[in-house]
């Protein structure tokens, strides 16, 4: 059996984990261009689960309220709420919104919340290609405003760091004409 020089070896090896690397990343990027599975196929045909998912296609991909757990720089966890709704009541110091499944949530409103409203007119666009969109204070969220609204957790209480009023129009939405997202 013939012996492989240390050189290369080392060359053999080296082109291997490129080749191998190479592999993983086109895998990676061919999986993260594909549409997503509809939610019933989740499901094998025959459990409870999967003629409730397969009912209902609406809003597929898009999220309508959810609580996660982010790890900071720091290494303490911070809690994330997100929610998308209605403004069912509005003041100065807090928000209540309600989701179309029901799901209602009230958020404190401090100095530190961020507050946008989408324009009825697009205005200009950022250096990103991103609409720019104007501020506003706590006293311009109405009862019945679409909003997407999301905070941070302590104990039974929720403050909203960033709320964006107003309807996002078609293509921003995520749903149908919005690659990988949405009924087709």
């Known amino acids: ?16 984990i490129a080749v191998t690397l190479t592999g993983g990343g086109a895998a990676a990027v061919w999986a993260g261009t594909q549409a997503s599975p509809p939610p019933s196929s989740a499901f094998p045909s025959n ?17 309508i ?14 809690t994330v709420v997100t929610q998308t709704g209605t403004i069912e009541a509005a003041s100065d110091s807090e928000v209540t919104v309600k989701s179309d499944d029901g799901f209602t949530q009230r958020y404190a409103i401090t100095a530190d919340t961020r507050i946008s409203m989408v324009p009825a007119v697009p205005g200009p666009r950022n250096g990103r290609g ?24 302590e104990g039974d209480t929720v403050t909203a760091t960033r709320v964006l009023a107003g309807q996002l129009p078609a293509g921003l939405k995520g749903g149908p004409g919005h690659k990988g997202h949405g009924p087709k």
């Open 1 to 16: 059996m013939a012996t492989l020089s240390p050189g290369l070896r080392k060359a053999l090896l080296a082109g291997g």
């Open 47 to 63: 459990s409870p689960s999967a003629s409730a998912n397969a009912e209902s296609t609406e809003g597929r991909g898009q999220a």
């Open 65 to 78: 309220h959810g609580e996660h757990v982010v790890k900071q720089r720091d290494g303490t966890y911070r």
């Open 130 to 153: 991103k609409p720019s969109l104007p501020t506003a204070a706590a006293a311009d969220l109405k009862a019945g405003d679409t909003v997407r609204i999301s905070g941070t957790r």
